[in-house]
């Protein structure tokens, strides 16, 4: 068994036990060293968000007072949803390390294949309406943006 995925499930277990939320857990590992480590939270918290993967790399990033984690792994206790992948993207973690799959978790209500199926565009209804208003005064954001001289890129 690996240590880190050992650290992934043990933290897991522990937000089950109080619940916290759902069976996962995350760990950021540098150079061979745990940086961070959580678990899903979105029942303590009531945030949505509050996934195992992202509270990691919000840990992780606070820690290394750095967005860019690219010099990071991330070990999870189960593959990370689409949010969390996105997060993990964002984050520019190279390596992610997963135990159960999107079908395993599934089985116990887990289950993202809509979200997959709307990302693919092969969802016939979209739950979401999305209306694009006020566009040319957001795009003077986008060029103050642009002249200010002292911007940093992420």
Not at 18 to 31: M, Q, S, W, Y
Not at 32 to 39: T, Y
Request: proline fraction near 3%; aromatic fraction near 8%.
């Amino acid at each position: 068994m690996d240590k880190f995925m050992q650290a992934a499930i043990d933290e897991a277990r522990e937000g089950m036990e109080h619940n916290h939320g759902g069976p996962f857990g995350a760990i950021i590992v540098r150079d061979g060293k745990i940086v961070s480590r959580s678990h899903n939270e979105v029942l303590l918290t009531n945030d949505p968000t509050a996934h195992a993967e992202v509270l990691a790399i919000r840990k992780a990033s606070e820690i290394l007072e750095n967005f860019d984690l690219s010099d990071c792994e991330i070990y999870t206790s189960s593959q990370p949803c689409p949010m969390c992948l996105a997060a993990i993207y964002w984050s520019r973690i190279k390596k992610v390390y997963f135990g159960t799959n999107k079908e395993d978790v599934a089985v116990i209500g887990f289950d993202d294949s809509r979200f997959y199926k709307l990302i693919r565009g092969e969802e016939d209804k979209n739950p979401l309406e999305i209306v694009n208003i006020d566009r040319k005064e957001c795009l003077g954001l986008l060029r103050e943006w642009e002249e200010k001289s002292d911007k940093k890129m992420y």
